[in-house]
């Protein structure tokens, strides 16, 4: 350049370094036409998978009854059921035997109820349990929730941790292998402090994994109160702004954890040697709320193991086994390991970063 | 001592068992080229590498205009690594404005200085593409725009030159050139020894993790000189051959190299020569840097 030198109007701060490193996460991150499509399609995925839920809940095919006069005002008077009136008994079984309607209701003289069923070759049930008599059921202990439910929010919760947390533990450990392959990583650490540049790749996977969670929230909002399940938002409402609490803490993390892992490696291909423990760690609170969502005791336990305690803790809130103060004392544990992460995490990443060729040992990227 | 000027004093650095770096001293002065040479795994590399703080040394000190080099002062350096990196999927302008930017110029500074500077180089019309898709020559441009973005004051190029044609050499040497008689203090090392040679005021010979030789170029050559001749006849030029106290290094017909054990034998042969006629050439002969740098290391 031809112009005299003149010096930086200001030299950066290390916050100004660290944000100049988000935003370039972020901005290649959106870039990517892999990443936005796939992100699309897991937002349709969700979508589709709220509406269907909710519309399925919601309008069950009414079964066909053929019912004569006598008997029509009694079957009409059930839920789900569409009528089809008849002259006589003979008109109905015509109608049952033709397969119109599931079942027919005639009137019966002798028994004691005055009607009678007639099916072609099985007993539909739910007419029958509609018209018996039941005696009144008082239950002492109710269910907090459907088990079905309590599945699904658990397997919800487990899917959506593992997605996030594997995608942008994957992207942040490629993005440090990349700058360590191609040796950007000199020209930075020239620049900026490691611990900023380490902070900056953090920061802007956290924000990206956070948008996903919070777009995957809000479309799941959405759809609840479109399809009327309003019962179930209001349920679900807490333990899902507890997830992303949660969820924002672990993803710090294991983003430094992921970050120190790939930087003792050298070359993408090696990315799966060290982050393998890690990928196992974010793939077990998955299995594990999938196989004991229904025993208390291994929930309580991974509530508060700050791997599982983002998938455990709201599946807990949400059945309603959590006292208030126990997501308190999990935050807390989760708060403290996420500490210790960032410093083992920069120490093995400030170690290790420099050091091409074979993968560095754990111990010597410790020691330094 | 002038705020730019650049000392090392007692450098040393091992890994494990082996010493790479033993007790480096030597200076990089503000306005000044200053080669940098030495075999591979002389220790080139690993010096810049502490001078630019990615590196920590066991022992010694870096100072810059006579105080330890600070962080803040680090970002007034411009380095350019010995192996070539810049984000293979991000344009080149952008690529050079994020790093303007991480040395602390405002986003409109920062791009108004990549743009004209990526001209200067001949860049101007790639600005948008990705740097992935450059020539090596290009990539190596698009490097060397990286170093020098922040205008610094202190310039580290590991192999500025490796992988440029001709034509990319001079256009480097030029800039390089200009910043030098800007004021800034540059060190660069090269396998290159004739554009070093061609480029450099100053010379460091490494070898082994120690320094073999430092000085101005001119310095270095007297102190190497190994009064040497060559005298051109149109005659036969082999009666020096009996000449007390002159060394036939090589001999063909009417020329002939020599090495003589004085200025004075030199006078008496070139008075000889006339006297016998015919002279067409008497030219002391200066060592090359590749002559120098053999005998150095040697």
Not at chain 1, 98 to 116: F, K, M, R, Y
Not at chain 1, 132 to 145: F, G, I, N, R, Y
Not at chain 2, 121 to 145: F, H, K, M, P
């Amino acid at each position: 350049m031809t112009n005299a030198p003149t010096s930086p109007a200001a030299s950066t701060s290390p916050a100004q370094a660290v944000w100049l490193v988000a935003e370039r996460e972020i901005g290649s991150k959106l870039r990517s036409k892999a990443f936005m499509i796939s992100t699309g399609i897991l937002l349709l995925i969700a979508l589709a998978g709220v509406l269907i839920g909710g519309f399925a809940s919601k309008s069950p095919t009414p079964d066909a009854v053929a019912a004569t006069s006598e008997t029509a005002a009694a079957v009409e008077a059930l839920p789900n059921v569409k009528v089809t009136e008849v002259a006589d008994r003979a008109a109905a079984e015509k109608l049952v035997l033709d397969d119109e309607v599931i079942a027919a209701v005639v009137p019966a003289t002798g028994d004691p109820l005055g009607i009678a069923i007639l099916a072609k070759d099985d007993a539909p049930t739910a007419l029958v349990m509609g018209l018996s008599q039941t005696p009144h059921v008082e239950l002492l202990k109710p269910a907090d929730t459907n088990p079905f439910v309590r599945y699904l929010v658990a397997i919800g919760f487990g899917i959506v941790f593992l997605m996030a947390a594997s995608t942008f533990g994957g992207t942040i450990a490629q993005s440090v292998v990349e700058e360590k392959q191609t040796r950007v990583v000199e020209l930075l650490i020239s620049a900026i402090p490691t611990r900023a540049l380490l902070a900056g790749k953090v920061i802007g996977n956290t924000v990206l994994a956070m948008a996903q969670i919070v777009l995957l929230a809000a479309i799941a909002v959405v759809g609840l109160i479109v399809t009327g399940q309003d019962e179930l938002l209001a349920g679900i409402g807490a333990p899902v702004l507890w997830f992303a609490v949660f969820f924002l803490f672990g993803f710090i993390l294991l983003a430094s954890l992921y970050a120190a892992a790939a930087a003792m490696v050298s070359r993408q291909e090696d990315i799966g040697s060290t982050t393998m423990p890690l990928m196992m760690l974010v793939m077990a609170p998955y299995f594990l709320v999938i196989f004991f969502n229904d025993n208390p005791l291994v929930l309580t336990i991974m509530s508060y193991v700050p791997f599982s305690a983002p998938v455990a803790m709201p599946v807990r809130l949400f059945v309603g086994e959590a006292q208030w103060w126990e997501p308190l004392l999990s935050l807390v544990i989760l708060l403290a390991t996420c500490i210790a992460a960032i410093l083992v995490g920069a120490k093995i990443y400030q170690n290790s970063l420099l050091r091409m060729g074979a993968r560095v040992k754990l111990g010597e990227a410790l020691r330094g | 001592m002038s705020s730019g000027h650049l000392h090392l004093e007692g450098i040393t650095k091992s890994y494990g068992a082996r010493t790479v770096l033993d007790g480096i001293r030597f200076d990089v002065a503000p306005g000044r080229l200053t080669g940098f040479v030495g075999g591979n795994g002389a220790g080139k590399t690993t010096t810049m590498r502490i001078i630019l703080g990615v590196l920590a040394a066991d022992a010694g000190t870096v100072t810059l205009g006579g105080s330890a080099v600070s962080t803040a002062d680090r970002r007034r350096f411009g380095y350019m690594p010995e192996e070539r990196g810049l984000y293979p999927k991000m344009k080149v302008l952008e690529q050079v404005v994020y790093l303007a930017r991480l040395h602390g110029f405002g986003k409109t500074d920062a791009t108004a200085r990549a743009t004209a500077l990526l001209e200067e180089l001949g860049l101007g019309e790639r600005l948008n593409d990705n740097i992935e898709s450059l020539s090596l020559g290009n990539q190596q441009r698009a490097q060397i725009a990286a170093a020098l973005v922040h205008d610094p004051e202190v310039l580290i190029l590991d192999e500025p030159f490796s992988g440029l044609d001709p034509l990319a050499v001079d256009v480097v040497a030029g800039v390089l050139q200009t910043r030098a008689a800007q004021g800034a203090s540059i060190l660069f090392s090269s396998h290159q020894l004739d554009v070093v040679e061609r480029l450099c005021d100053d010379l460091i010979i490494i070898a082994g993790g120690e320094i073999r030789a430092a000085g101005s170029r001119e310095q270095l050559r007297e102190q190497h000189s190994s009064l040497r001749y060559r005298l051109t006849t149109a005659g036969d030029a082999g009666w020096l051959r009996s000449e007390p106290g002159v060394q036939v290094v090589d001999f063909e017909g009417g020329t002939a190299l020599f090495d003589v054990d004085g200025a004075h034998t030199a006078e008496r042969v070139l008075r000889d020569a006339v006297a016998r006629g015919g002279v067409t050439g008497f030219t002391p002969q200066h060592p090359s840097l590749a002559q120098i740098f053999k005998e150095v290391i040697a």
